[in-house]
């Protein structure tokens, strides 16, 4: 154990305690240390250099002459850090390197370069070192690698990762995948047996399956798809058919051999041509050469095709059944088939080389899409010929970049409006109510709208770019053009109104083409109740001439309306008056009577507390009023014991009359009363009733009240001594465009008025309230008409009509208007829209192909055809060609290029043609059918006639073969028209729209109610019931039928009712008011708000009542009325009473008596009072005072007081009772708490004028009392409670906005283009929802109607004919199809009926996708006895490789497959292989495969099968370890492959395997049976074979397949029973297992023999020969 041991466990030992010799070990190893502490234990120092990470590369320059550092430090083994000097420096590692700084600008030169993915590998496979086997369910995760390097650009070298993970984190290196399972072959089921291949001899029967889901990702291979069986219908009587003829192939077509010598001497040797001979006349002689002159231009050799007729050759031998070849004599024919015939040459399509590519399509730079493409062609030299090869694509395009690295910017686009419309209210009104959209003065929320158009965003750029580059290319350099200035940053862009384009070259949102506006409605202005008439005072204080004043009262503004006080009424009212002053004594309080010469009683006087006021009645200096004198002493009496008494005066009354006349005078009253009566004849009397009452005038100015009175302010008019002057506005920074331009000026009239009268000189009124005449304003700016340029004049449709003759359409332009004039700007143009005519086209693009004659018939040389039996050297089959050309429409000469490009299939230049031999009939051509006497009735006919020898011949008077005349029954044109389809949807005629405002619906704007019309499709049908045509049945293909768009009736309410009074007569209370229902909305109205039970919806407002509105008013106390009268004294308990009314009070006082409850019943003085009369010489007190207040808080340990004085003293002897008065405050009860309650908010409320938008919430402010009473305000007021609420906010009432709607969209083109079915349809959309009450949007935003019905014309090809090899039994020979015109409904389900050809005439040639029309094709026709492969199967549904469930999804496969057929026994050996491919398709179904067990049926048929999820029994696809479910019960269960549990559950083995035991007689596997024999044709024996399957592999085409083959015994004899052999093999097989079950009972010696099984688990069950592998069902 050296020191290595523990280097890694930081320096500590572990130290061993437990035993001796641990101790011993561990001193020995710290000696060890102690003495070579530097060495470990192989001689290395303890001491180590280490390093830390490089750092960041530094340097000035970018690239690789940068520098980075490291740290480097020694450390000892153990971690810690120690001096250099202890390691070696020697290996001191370098703290410095060179690097490459990286900078920004490198993230151009450099970049990640990625590899492709690895194969996936299992990640078992790396985990484990090699994969394990682990049950796959979908798939096995796999992981897969990739190579990321950073490289340069430019030449593709690496550099280091370091330089591109400073831009870019570098990309993943690995990535999870997923590998497939294993993907068995699954087969179908067989099909029944064939009849057998002979009638008489041992022959075969066969039967076939075929390939439903090819072997993928390494599945089990394909079983045999043939299954034959030996059969023997009995003994052959004759002698059997042994003998065919079989026509070989035709060979490669050839030319045939040059002439020889003498052929041509011949030829040569024949003078003058024969036409020629004997032409002497030169007019006949020229006829001859201009009718070869036209012939030739006629056929118009065409040096595209270079045709060549060859011939061609093919075998004919004799064959035996057994497959060997015989000579031909044993072969008898009635007609041999030829061996020789003429053909095309072949030659390939030669093309030429491809040209230049083309410029790029994308000249400019477009981020969203930075590629254009680019296209290269290629024209045809020589086009394919025979069997030559097609030609190839002769164009091809490729992605490319925008040339040049000055390549201009891409056009792009944008949304561009117009200014908003000036806000309307009336739109929202006459959305909701006709009858108020005339209203004035209408504000509050509105709709104002704008219109959208797309213009170019960057078009002055590309147009500055243009201009640069046309002057670059005269000449003048950038240096001449800016000096040392960028030239895009020196761009100056002219604000100018841009061009409108097309609005589909916009994408992105469409701005909103209308918005809620508000116009702010107007405050009225709110005043004031007029204040009392001021004293008559001057009307300018500091200019006192002259004795004329003025009394004048004022109001105030309580609510500043819009527009300043300027709005409102007059708010100084002035009354002429005579003696004016300025300032007065005013009378503040009396003293008390002194009576004079310092009595105890009798006259005295009382002293006036005054003080100065101005005309405002503000307390001013005394020195003011010291012009006049203030109030003397006023005169006064303290009764005497025995004198009268009566009590102060009240205050004056309010003036009667607020001014006087002839008529009227204004007076005042005020009243005492009697205290006590005087005693006797001692004392001061008291007055008589009248002297009680005092009366004086007042408001003794006469009535002429005069104010000022103003006019509105006028126009905002040019102030000549304004410098600033109004120029014309453009599109300027404010969106409203009212941005100031000058100051200007206002005026007004002002006059003055009288009340009453109308007016007068303005002298009459003071001059200091006169109001102002003028006032500087602001002047709006003029703004100009702002129109676009025109746009583009659209481009010309290029319609051309049936005959190619162009149609003559029109182009437009538009222009829009964005900004409308205002303020006397100039105005917009009228013409907003041009048109023009287009330019007809000459000729209407197309192109077709020209066919010229067919040249003469060539036969295949004779020298090759001599020797054929019956053949003769002018007649026979042969071949002619003719030429093609390409014509324009208008017959002109064109490129054969185009038409085949342009133009449709191109027609075939070969056929075949027979020339007429001597022993022929030559007949002519039928003539056209004679024509019908009517539809339906009688019959037509065409004839041809026997021409020359024919006539004469008896075999062409044969009409049997040779028919003359054909006759067929006339056409019956009865048509019938039928409906078909449902009803579309109602729609309105085009011609009622209504055009809005900027192209939008808004609901109740636009008829989009009323009568509309509906349709159904019409199909007409003729008396074959196929489908034609409309036209024929005279319908234009729709039966029309009235309908209703039911009008979408609003919610009707009535108009709203006054407003209650208000709840409460002081503070807060509410008022109400409310509509009612008229008329319920339907049909999509606007819906009604949120009625009450009684449906009406109220409107309540808070309102606050003036406590002091109505007040009582006492009149003064009646006279006394003693009970107990003292006729000498006058004096004792008596009662008083008084009047008490309710009245109205206003500024000056009560005015008007009014109903008592509305007046605080609390509050009511008291009408009556009973209290005792002093009697004489009594102390007399005046009335109680008024309660102080009890301080607050209340308690009861406060009181409050009230007081009175003496009036008279009492005699001597006599005492006056207390003058003072007290009471504990009680809560609620005379003492009182006050605090403010606030209401709640209101709702919205808006002006009169205004329909929606914003609004005011109020709320009151209330003075409570503690015991919950509304009080007055001052009683909050002079407890200076905070007030803390704000009473007003603004608030919004949405408005009721109704949905707006686009225009209808286009009818979009019909769904399909033929049948019965097809639907157009068009949108719109939703533009601005609704909101509020608005009228909501129509469910309906798409409609549909029926197309036209069209008869669904196609071309498709008839079944192929059965192969023909002429009169010859097998060999190659032809199948055939035909191509005819179909005609169908398109639903599908109908029926398919061939019609004319010429219906179809207008359609490319196509089957389906395939332009390559093939009507026929080589076949070979199997030989008797021959062994061949079947025809392709079709190809199988689509199958998705898949796990259902679990979502993974390989793609989808279908597969075809050609299965073996024999007919003779002897030829099995020579079978070829069966075959199969595959290909990718597409919406494949994902299956999944269970295994299915239903018991024993008999003793032949197996009980398990693998069946598919949709139903389908196949073989394969079933998991192969999953034992069958069953419904018996094995145990142990059958888990072995090929295994299943049996109804008497026992564990057996599937047809084609035997069981194999164990020694405890359970199944231990499944064998295959083993090889016995192989059956010959004379084998009586009915044994079944079966064709072994190929290996194949995905995605294969045609496969070989292997060439042994296996075959099975079958255990059934022909009668069914079981062969002998089969219980040998069983008796054997039983006896082998007794002896291995002895052999371990004896070797095991257990005291117990093992339980055998039943004993069918013994029975062998009986051998099949016909198993393959897989259950068949």
Known sequence: MGLGGWRGAGGTLRRRTQETWYLLVTLLLWCGFWNAHTQTDDGKSVYFWETGPWGRCMGSDCGPGGSQSRAVWCAHVDGWTTLHTNCDQGQRPSNQRNCFRVCDWHKDLYDWKLGAWNECVPVSARTFGAPRQFPCNGGEEGIQTREVGCILNSDGSPAEDAICEYFEPKPRLEQACLIPCPQDCVVSEYSPWTSCSKTCGTGLRNRVRSVLVPPLFGGGLCPNLTEFQSCKLGACTGPEGLFSLRVGPWSPCALPQTRTARQVKRRKGKGPGIRERGVKDPETRELIQKKRTRNRLNRQESPFWDIQVGFQTREVTCIHRNGSRIGRSLCTSRDLPITVQSCVLPKDCQVTDWTEWTPCSKTCVDPESPRGNRTRRRQVLQFSVGEGLECPPLEEAEPCDPQGGGAPPCATYTWRTTEWSDCRVDTLLS??????????????????????????????????????????????????????????????????????????????????????????????????????????????????????????????????????????????????????????????????????????????????????????????????????????????????????????????????????????????????????????????????????????????????????????????????????????????????????????????????????????????????????????????????????????????????????????????????????????????????????????????????????????????????????????????????????????????????????????????????????????????????????????????????????RSKKKDKCKNTQMYPLSETQYCPCDKYNAQPVGRWSDCILPEGGRVESVMGMKVQGDIKECGQGYRYQAMACYDQDTRLVETSRCNSHGYIEEACIIPCPSDCKLSEWSNWSRCSKSCGSGVKVRSKWLREKPYNGGRPCPKL????????????????????????????????????????????????????????????????????????????????????????????????????????????????????????????????????????????????????DWSTCQLSPNAVCGSGIKTRMLDCVRSDGKSVDMKFCEELNLERKWQMNISCVVECPVNCQLSEWSAWSDCTQTCGLEGKMG???????????????????????????????????????????????????????????????????????????????????????????????????????????????????????????????????????????????????????????????????????????????????????????????????????????????????????????????????????FTEVLSTTGQLDQCAPIPILEIPTAGDKKGDVKTSRAINPTLPSTTQPGRTGRTWYLQPYGPDGKLKMWVYGVAAGAFVLLIFIVSMIYLACKKPKRPQRQRQQNNRLKPLTLAYDGDTDM
């Open 431 to 948: 959305q909701q109510d006709r009858r108020r959209s005339n209203m004035t003065g209408l504000c509050g929320g509105g709709l104002q709208t704008r219109e959208v158009y797309c213009v170019q965003a960057n078009a002055e750029l590309q147009k500055y770019l243009n201009d640069l580059r046309e002057k670059e290319k005269a000449g003048q350099t950038q240096r001449q053009q800016k000096p040392s200035v960028p030239p895009l940053l020196s761009i100056s862009f002219q604000i100018t109104a841009s061009r409108p384009v097309e609005n589909r070259l916009c994408e992105g949102p469409i701005p909103n083409r209308s918005q809620l506006c508000q116009i702010p409605c107007p405050i009225d202005c709110e005043v004031s109740p007029w204040a009392a008439w001021g004293p008559c005072t001057f009307e300018n204080c500091n200019d006192q001439t002259g004795k004329k004043g003025f009394k004048m009262r004022k109001r105030l503004i309580t609510n500043k309306p819009t527009g300043g006080p300027a709005n409102c009424p007059h708010l100084v009212e002035a009354v002429p008056c005579d003696e004016p002053s300025c300032y007065e004594w005013q009378l503040v309080s009396l003293d008390e009577c002194v009576p004079d010469d310092e009595q105890q009683c009798g006259p005295g006087t009382q002293l006036a507390q005054v003080q100065c006021v101005n005309s405002n009645g503000e307390p001013v200096d005394r020195n003011l009023c010291s012009s006049s004198s203030a109030p003397e002493p006023a005169s006064c009496e303290v009764p005497c014991s025995r004198d009268c008494v009566l009590s102060d005066w009240t205050s004056w009354s309010t003036c009667s009359q607020t001014c006087s006349s002839k008529t009227i005078e204004g007076k005042q009253m005020r009243t005492r009363s009697i205290l006590a009566y005087n005693a006797g004849e001692g004392g001061v009397l008291c007055p008589n009733s009248s002297a009680l009452q005092e009366v004086r005038n007042c408001n003794e100015h006469a009535c002429t009240v005069y104010h000022w009175q103003t006019g509105p302010w006028g126009p905002c008019t040019e102030d000549p001594a304004s410098l600033a002057l109004n120029i014309s506005a453009g599109v300027g920074p404010s969106s409203d465009g009212q941005a100031p331009c000058s100051t200007g000026m206002q005026t007004r009239k002002v006059i003055c008025v009288r009340v009453n009268v109308g007016q007068v000189p303005p002298k009459k009124c003071p001059d200091g309230p006169r109001p102002i005449t003028m006032r500087p304003c602001q002047l709006p700016c003029k703004k100009d008409c702002i129109v676009t340029p025109f746009s583009d004049w659209t481009e010309c449709p290029l319609t051309c009509d049936a005959a190619g003759n162009g149609v003559k359409k029109k182009q437009s332009r538009k222009r829009v208007i964005i900004q409308m004039p205002s303020n006397g700007g100039q105005e917009c143009p009228e013409v907003l829209e041009e048109d023009k005519d287009c330019e007809v086209p000459k000729t209407c693009p197309g192109f077709r192909w020209k066919t010229h004659k067919w040249r003469k018939c060539q036969l295949v040389p004779w020298y090759l055809r001599e020797g054929t039996p019956g053949a003769q050297e002018t007649c026979g089959p042969g071949l002619q060609t003719r030429a093609v050309s390409c014509r324009q429409l208008d017959g002109t000469q064109a490129d054969i290029g185009e038409c085949l490009k342009f133009a449709k299939a191109m027609p075939p230049i070969t056929q075949r043609c027979q020339l007429p031999c001597q022993d022929d009939c030559q007949l002519t051509n039928w003539s056209k059918f004679s024509s019908c006497t009517a539809d339906c009735v009688g019959v037509r006919t065409r004839k041809r006639a026997l021409i020359g």
């Open 1092 to 1239: 009450d039970h009684v449906n009406q919806v109220y409107e309540v407002v808070p309102c606050q009542s003036d406590c002091s509105q109505y007040i009582w008013v006492a009149e003064p106390w009646s006279v006394w009325k003693v009970s107990n009268v003292d006729l000498k004294e006058n004096c004792g308990e008596g009662v008083q009473t008084r009047k008490v009314r309710c009245m109205l009070n206003t500024v000056d006082g009560p005015s008007e008596s009014v109903e008592d409850y509305l007046c605080d019943p609390e509050e009511m003085p008291l009408g009556a009072r009973e209290s005792r009369l002093p009697c004489p010489e009594d102390c007399v007190l005046n009335d109680w005072g008024p309660w102080s207040r009890c301080s607050l808080p209340c308690t009861r340990s406060n009181n409050r007081n009230r007081t009175a004085y003496p009036l008279r003293s009492p005699s001597v002897g006599r005492e006056c009772p207390e003058t003072t008065d007290k009471e504990p405050c009680n809560l609620n009860l005379n003492c009182f708490n006050y605090f403010y309650n606030v209401t």
């Open 1322 to 1552: 068009r949108q719109r959309s939703v533009v601005q929802a609704s909101q509020g009450d608005g009228r909501p949007c129509p469910s309906q935003m798409e409609q549909w109607k029926p197309c036209p019905v069209r008869p669904c014309y196609r071309w498709q090809y008839s079944s192929w004919s059965e192969c023909r090899v002429e009169s010859v039994v097998c060999g190659h020979g032809t199948r055939y199809r035909n191509l005819s015109c179909f005609v169908s409904d398109g639903s599908g389900e109908g029926e398919v009926s061939a019609v004319d050809e010429e219906l179809c005439s207008s359609l490319e040639v196509v089957v389906g996708d395939d332009k390559l029309i093939r009507l026929k094709e080589d076949c070979i026709l199997p030989c008797p006895g021959e062994c061949y492969l079947m025809e392709w199967s079709d190809w199988s549904p689509c199958v998705s490789i898949c796990v259902k469930g679990a979502g993974v999804d390989f793609g989808s496969v279908q597969v075809r497959s050609r299965a073996v057929l024999a007919q003779e026994p002897e030829n099995l050996l020579l079978c070829p292989d069966q075959v199969w491919e595959s290909q990718a398709c597409t919406g494949g179904e994902c299956y999944e495969y269970k295994w299915f067990n239903n018991g024993v049926q008999n003793s032949t048929r197996p009980v398990t099968w693998c069946q598919r999820s949709d139903g389908l029994n196949v073989t394969g696809g079933c998991p192969a370890a999953t034992p069958p479910v069953d419904s018996s019960s094995c145990e142990p269960p059958c888990l072995m492959p090929k295994s299943f549990c049996s109804e008497a559950s026992v564990c057996m083995c599937t047809p084609g």
